[in-house]
């Protein structure tokens, strides 16, 4: 298994375009999530989903959007980007949520907004 | 709102050190708690989950602890090796999804 897979790596975005980052897991998770982490800080919860079809906001989700049209493909958009967007992307995964299914990452996307 | 602090920012101890790495929560009503480490440029890898029942989890030279009742976990690393710097963070599951304290950053000097 590849687990969860993030492209791309990374990413220079000027002002005002837009991109869309992709992740991909192979396990049959049900459940994906979408983090940013900021430099010394920890990850806040952009976007999530429990199953195809169904997604909800987390913390920080105001300029991003998610679509979770397959069990396996979890896309983020980002639209009209801004300098406040530059981070670091996870993408994550987990069977259900709650014990025993722990969360796997991938290695995350990093995005700077000039 | 949960918030989840971890003390210290930054620890650097010499190679061999028993060493504890502390995580507070303010909501007790958490499902579980998870241990992440995460190297520098790279993701978070899963080093330990404690559902909210139990006490404690162990592998290898890691032991964490779990006090729902005071709101505290803590990541206990045995001997120590340079192998073991890295960021180290917690998370807490409730009602959303995790909720993930700033990190501790550990250097273990050889």
């Known amino acids: 298994n590849a687990g969860v897979t993030q492209t791309p790596k990374f990413r220079i975005l000027k002002i005002g375009q837009s991109m869309t980052l992709q992740c991909t897991q192979d396990?049959?998770?049900?459940?994906m999530y979408w983090y940013r982490q900021d430099p010394g800080m920890g990850l806040k919860l952009i976007y999530y989903?429990?199953?195809?079809?169904?997604?909800d906001k987390g913390e920080v989700p105001n300029g991003y959007n998610v679509s979770r049209s397959t069990t396996e493909d979890f896309p983020l958009r980002l639209e009209l980007a801004a300098p406040s967007q530059t981070s670091v992307y996870f993408c994550a995964s987990s069977y259900l949520a709650g014990y025993p299914y722990e969360q796997y990452f991938g290695p995350g996307t990093r995005l700077t907004v000039t | 709102k949960q918030e989840v602090t971890q003390i210290p920012a930054a620890l650097s101890v010499p190679e061999g050190e028993n060493l504890v790495l502390n995580c507070s929560f303010t909501?007790?009503?958490?499902?579980?708690l998870q241990w992440f480490r995460q190297d520098p440029g790279k993701g978070l890898t899963s080093l330990l989950l404690?559902?909210?029942?139990?006490r404690e989890q162990t592998s290898g030279r890691l032991n964490a602890s779990l006090d729902k009742s005071s709101g505290r976990s803590t990541l206990y690393i045995a001997a120590s090796q340079p192998g073991d710097s890295a960021t180290y963070l917690c998370a807490a599951s409730g009602n959303t999804p995790l909720v993930f304290g700033k990190g501790t950053r550990l250097s273990v000097i050889a």
């Open positions: 909501d007790s009503a958490i499902y579980n």
């Open positions: 989903s429990v199953g195809a079809g169904i997604t």
């Open positions: 404690i559902q909210s029942s139990q």
């Open positions: 396990m049959n998770h049900n459940y």
